[in-house]
């Protein structure tokens, strides 16, 4: 799987499948007969375990990675990439995709962990959204019913979201570009491209404990360093590959830094990052499991 996700980590799957259409996907699913799987886009927010997955690891492709602009919303399949469909808005002077600018992944992630800034989720953008059952049925749904929140949405795991229409209006192309470029330069200057990571690690706390980076700063983790992988100096909520980090090196590092900072500020860090394969004791002692 390391060659599947952003981090470059990750042992291999159970089995693994790519789908570029409707009837094969479909076709794919009914093969399972109920087993589990899981649904891969980008592998932008997945640390997958050393030791991998069992189950059967599913991603799209073909009639799924299209982007198409209409009047003033936008058609995307669920493998297309998040920056071909931000690059595409921007170009066409649609107002109101910067909050995606320089956000990895696919379509298909985005929309299953409601992708997106701290203010603003994909789900904010959706008309109604696609998605097939293990059935094989094509459902479609509208944002109020998928429950979107803070880096997820209510809707069962195993339906694989196959694209979405999504209000894209009309804006001033000039001031569309001016306020993409001002995005992309600070997500450049604060946060890490040059190293595999998958981003943000932790949900933000809120309240009087701020922003997830600034709480793990105050704990002295920032910069800390385990085998292959370290918290990153430019941006402490980044947890990146040096070139030789295992899965269990991340998860050390998340471990001791929910530690500290449940000893000193009496909270819990919550993952952003989605954690496959791991046993249930890793999972607790990353708060990713009760």
């Excluded at 479609?140 to 209006?169: C, I």
């Excluded at 980090?245 to 050390?252: E, L, M, P, R």
Aim: charged letters at 25%; proline letters at 5%.
């Amino acid at each position: 799987m390391a060659s599947l996700t952003r981090y470059r980590i990750g042992g291999p799957a159970g089995r693994y499948g790519r789908f570029g259409s409707h009837a094969d996907l479909a076709a794919g699913l009914e093969s399972l007969e109920g087993a589990a799987y899981r649904v891969l886009g980008w592998g932008a927010n997945v640390l997958v375990s050393d030791r991998g997955v069992p189950e059967p690891v599913i991603s799209l492709s073909g009639e799924f990675d299209c982007v198409e602009m209409a009047a003033d919303t936008v058609d995307a399949g669920g493998a297309a990439g998040l920056p071909t469909l931000v690059g595409d808005a921007r170009r066409e002077g649609r107002a109101g995709w910067e909050f995606l600018e320089a956000v990895p992944g696919t379509v298909g992630g985005g929309l299953r962990m409601n992708a997106g800034s701290a203010e603003t989720g994909l789900w904010d953008r959706v008309v109604w959204a696609e998605a097939l059952t293990p059935a094989g049925d094509l459902v479609r749904v509208q944002a109020e019913e998928a429950g979107p929140a803070y880096r997820s949405v209510q809707l069962p795991e195993e339906w694989v979201f196959t694209g979405a229409r999504l209000a894209a209006p009309p804006g001033d192309p000039a001031a569309v570009n001016e306020v993409h470029a001002e995005r992309r330069r600070l997500k450049v200057e604060t946060q890490v491209y040059e190293l595999p990571s998958c981003g943000s690690i932790w949900k933000n706390p809120g309240g009087s404990h701020g922003s997830a980076w600034a709480v793990v700063d105050r704990v002295g983790m920032r910069g800390a360093v385990r085998g292959g992988a370290q918290i990153t100096e430019r941006h402490a909520n980044f947890i990146a590959n040096l070139g030789d980090a295992t899965a269990a090196d991340v998860v050390w590092l998340m471990a001791e830094t929910r530690r500290r900072v449940h000893e000193a500020e009496g909270i819990w860090l919550e993952p952003e990052i989605r954690l496959w394969g791991f046993e249930p004791e890793e999972l607790v002692s990353v708060g990713a499991a009760s």
